[in-house]
Each structure stands twice: as C-alpha cells, then as structure tokens.
C-alpha cells in the first residue's frame, strides 16, 4: 500500500510539474512577443491610457496564472484556492478592456494591416468571450483538478495569440495570418498537454479536446459572422467616420 501511494502522490507530481512548465512556455510567449514589440519600436509608452489600464491587467492575469501555477506545484493548495477568487473578478475586467482595446485599434488604424479588419475585429471579440468562457468551466469544475487545470491552460492558450502575432512574420502569412497567430501556434500548447496525456496515461483527456474545440470553434464562428453581410455592415459602422475607414479592409503587406 505505501508503494502504490508513493507512486501516486509521484504521479500527482510530474503532472503538476508538467503544468508549471506549460504555463511558463505560454507566459514566455506573451512577454516576449510584446517586449520584442517594445525593442523593434513598434510599441510606444506615448499610446492612450486605455492601452495602458489594457496592458497592466493583461500583464496582471499573466502573473496571477503563472503564481497559481507556482503554487499548485509545489502543493500549496489551500493558497492557490484562496487566490483562485481574483479570477471571478479579473476575467469580466479583461474581457471588457480587450473589447474596448479591440474597438479602438480598428477606429484608430483598422487593426493591424496584416489581418482583415473585419476578421480582426470579431476574432479577437469572440476569441475573449471563448477565453472567458474557459475559464468560467475551469472555475465551476475546480474541485476536479484533472479538468480545472486543463481547461485553465487551454484558456490560456487561447492568450498567446497575441504574442505569436508580434513574434512571427505576420507579412508574409497574409490571408492566413490570423489563423495561424490565433489558433494554429496557440494550439501546439493544447496538442502538448494531449501528448503528455497519452504517453503518461495512455489516454486524452476530455478537457484537452473541450479547450482544442472552443478555441477553434469560437474562430470558425468569428469568421463565420465576419464575412457575412451583417459582420461586414457591423465593421463599416464601427469605422466610420475614423482613420481606421481610410484603409482597405483586406489585410495588405505594409
């Protein structure tokens, strides 16, 4: 009996392990794809507040998911559940600002050349709303580890696509550029944890095809209302009247 519960408790731990260094790859993603912004000059401590106020929450979520992730692994489970409360009140704030942030980039510019605008404007929309969505299922299904720390990191997941988007040569990846920056490259995280799961377990994990499937589908849906008569419309009205209906809606090579 001791051996199998030793074994157990050193399963329990290679998988947190595991977790740790998968939310440490994603947050490398993220920092690096916007401090490689910052360096290249293509970021400016000038822009609007609401740039500002955007960042330092984003940047806030990065650590309190990479401190839960800490904290899970080294078995601090009692601490870990306490701050797990900041996300019921972080997610709403996030989802908000990155709708507002979203708003003002296609106004101001039309969203970056390299994507749609359209595409941009309803991907990254409903890709928060999918984001939140995640986490919201993770928090209900906390008191089942197996699935809450699944579909926190296929949330999470979900974020890097803006670091990828300032890491790779977006140019170049046009008309596939949102695809590939969104879901493709946040994807091989998901594919990650389904390998790990199945050499470890012989088996995947529900949870991952869950996070693979809203992370996708919420992009099929995006694109879906995007391209169509009443997503177009919707892009028109937003920019109207603003720097953003000076560029062509179709991505373009700056």
């Not at 997941?157 to 803006?162: E, I, V």
């Not at 419309?233 to 720097?243: E, K």
Request: net charge positive.
């Amino acid at each position: 009996m001791a051996t199998l519960a030793s074994g157990i408790r050193s399963e329990i731990e290679r998988e947190r392990s595991f977790f740790l260094k998968l939310a440490l790859a994603m947050a490398f993603v993220i920092v690096a794809g916007f401090s490689f912004n910052v360096v290249a000059g293509r970021s400016t401590f000038a822009a609007p507040l609401l740039l500002h106020v955007h960042a330092l929450v984003f940047f806030g979520w990065l650590v309190l998911f990479v401190a839960q992730s800490f904290l899970a692994a080294s078995g601090s489970v009692r601490l870990h559940r306490r701050l797990g409360v900041l996300a019921l009140l972080w997610v709403p704030v996030m989802v908000v600002l990155g709708l507002a942030v979203t708003r003002h980039s296609v106004r101001a510019i039309g969203g970056p050349p390299f994507f749609d605008t359209n595409e941009f404007l309803f991907g990254n929309s409903i890709g928060l709303l999918a984001f939140a969505l995640t986490v919201g299922a993770a928090l209900v299904l906390r008191a089942r580890p197996d699935w809450h720390r699944r579909l926190m990191c296929g949330a999470m997941a979900g974020l890097t696509g803006p670091g990828f988007g300032r890491l790779l040569p977006m140019p170049f990846l046009i008309p596939w550029g949102w695809w590939v920056a969104a879901v493709v490259a946040p994807m091989m995280f998901i594919l990650a944890g389904m390998v790990w799961d199945w050499r470890r377990k012989g088996r995947v994990h529900a949870a991952w095809l869950w996070g693979a499937g809203i992370l996708i589908g919420s992009q099929l849906m995006a694109d879906a209302i995007a391209y169509s008569p009443m997503g177009l419309a919707i892009t028109r009205d937003i920019v109207a009247g603003t720097p953003g209906a000076m560029r062509d809606m179709r991505a373009f090579f700056p």
